[in-house]
């Protein structure tokens, strides 16, 4: 089952268009399915749960880190995260790393942008996330990479809406690129696009998408 959700999803994706399979409140066995169709990069929401399935199951996973991250967690993951999709502060992108530096790594990092319509979501509105990049601050990090921009669409039926979400964090990607050339190397991604709209997402520029339920079932919280 799993198997077949992974082949049906790669079999669509275009070439330069990752899949992070989000195994959150699945088991180790779903994963494990998933890993022996081929996966390799699967996204987490939970340190404690991440923490938990990380050492059982294979090396060569990469580990996504999708969700709300708190400052205080960065350290139990630090040794082995490959790419964290939701920086929304400064305080945050610091602690990683300070943490990256202590583990001897470069870690690589998304900035959340909130582009969506309820204010309840984290992220940086694009005026504060260009601030922040204007400040310079990551520069003197040598711990991190600023890998591309990570959101999350207005939770609606309209597509409409949906598009427009993903649009402006498109076109934000491309203003970055253009605002701080010294970006230009590490921003690579553009993190946008889940179960129900990641087809849109890949119209919409989209290069990682971040699948769960339509892979693993629903979840049980
Ligand atoms: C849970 C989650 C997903 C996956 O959502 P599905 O609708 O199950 O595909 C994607 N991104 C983030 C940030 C999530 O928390």
């Not at 709209?197 to 979840?219: C, L, M, P, Q, T």
Request: with cysteine; hydrophobic share 35%; aromatic share 10%.
């Amino acid at each position: 089952m799993v198997a077949k959700k992974i082949k049906e999803i790669l079999d669509i994706l275009p070439d330069q268009v990752k899949l992070c399979a989000v195994s959150k409140y699945h088991p180790v066995e779903m994963i494990q399915q998933a890993y022996d169709a081929g996966q390799r990069i699967f996204g987490e929401s939970h340190v404690q749960e991440l923490q938990q399935k990380q050492p059982i199951l294979p090396n060569d996973i990469e580990w996504h880190f999708i969700g709300h991250l708190q400052t205080n967690k960065v350290k139990y993951i630090a040794p082995y995260i490959s790419l964290i999709h939701a920086v929304d502060s400064s305080r945050l992108l610091k602690e990683i790393n300070k943490q990256a530096i202590r583990y001897n790594r470069k870690i690589n990092c998304l900035l959340q942008l909130h582009v969506a319509e309820e204010d309840t979501k984290f992220g940086f509105s694009p005026e504060e996330c260009l601030e922040f990049l204007r400040s310079g601050e990551y520069k003197e990090m040598s711990g991190i990479n600023i890998s591309g921009i990570m959101c999350m669409a207005t939770n609606t039926d309209d597509e409409n809406r949906i598009r427009t979400d993903f649009r402006t964090a498109n076109n934000f990607f491309e203003q970055c690129k253009k605002e701080f050339p010294e970006l230009t190397n590490s921003m690579q991604w553009r993190s946008w696009g889940m179960s129900d709209d990641y087809k849109i997402a890949i119209e919409e520029g989209s290069n990682i998408v971040r699948i769960g339920s339509y892979i693993f079932g629903n979840r049980t919280y």
